[in-house]
Antibody, heavy 120, light 110 residues
Framework: EVQMVESGGGLVQPGGSLRLSCAAS????????MYWVRQAPGEGLMWVSR????????VYADSVKGRFTISRDNAQKTLYLQLNDLRADDTALYYC?????????????WGQGTLVTVSS | QSALTQPASVSGSPEQSITLSCTGT?????????VSWFQQHPGRAPKLIIY???NRPLGVSDRFSGSKSGNTASLTISRLQAEDEADYYC??????????FGTGTRVTVL
């Protein structure tokens, strides 16, 4: 069974940093592009970032570019998101997600999310 | 990266059919066929119900169907049921190799 479990969320002050993790299981992690998607409380979904299967290529939403960094450790089957210079509007539930099939830009499988709250 | 435009809410009676729209541009929805739809119940993670404009993943009811015309994609829910009450989001790959979600539609079963 495909499973992703996010962790690392919490309360952080504006300007602070956090590192989110996503532990994957039940599939060949190293073969799939992976994503981060966020959802502010009571709001819609927003795509954040996507990383290639080997970790060599990453793309970001304009609103997080230069502040967030996506990475992965295929040996540990773990996806990461480094969040720097956090702002109040980064407050959201952050989901880790996987492509439907290898090398297709179709988000299909989701974790349950980890909550990031940016507040003083 | 502006969000795709969806109606805020759509409602229907049980057994009726409803259609949700998702309007983008030639750089996203109109650019290729990587348009998906997700269903999200309160407090739950989104669930993929349509991909590549009109394909259903295994296990998704055939009451859900998708289509596209130009820069607008559509999701039709046939024979509406109480369990269909949820938020629905469209999603598209873009020509910049990025992704964009729709603003979301709240479906209410009367």
């Amino acid at each position: 069974e495909v499973q992703m479990v996010e962790s690392g969320g919490g309360l952080v002050q504006p300007g602070g940093s956090l590192r989110l993790s996503c532990a994957a299981s039940g599939f060949a992690f190293s073969g799939y592009w992976m994503y981060w998607v966020r959802q502010a409380p009571g709001e819609g979904l927003m795509w954040v970032s996507r990383i290639s299967a080997d970790g060599s290529n990453a793309v970001y939403a304009d609103s997080v570019k230069g502040r967030f960094t996506i990475s992965r450790d295929n040996a540990q089957k773990t996806l990461y998101l480094q969040l720097n210079d956090l702002r109040a509007d980064d407050t959201a539930l952050y989901y880790c997600a996987r492509d439907l099939t290898i090398s297709t830009p179709i988000v299909a499988y989701w974790g349950q999310g980890t909550l990031v709250t940016v507040s003083s | 990266q502006s969000a795709l435009t969806q109606p805020a809410s759509v409602s229907g009676s049980p057994e009726q059919s409803i259609t949700l729209s998702c309007t983008g541009t030639s750089s996203d929805v109109g650019g290729d066929n990587y348009v998906s739809w997700f269903q999200q119940h309160p407090g739950r993670a989104p669930k993929l119900i349509i991909y590549n404009v009109r394909n259903r993943p295994l296990g998704v009811s055939d009451r859900f169907s998708g289509s596209k015309s130009g820069n607008t994609a559509s999701l039709t829910i046939s024979r509406l049921q109480a369990e269909d009450e949820a938020d629905y989001y469209c999603y598209s790959y873009t020509v910049r190799s990025t992704f964009v979600f729709g603003t979301g539609t709240r479906v209410t079963v009367l």
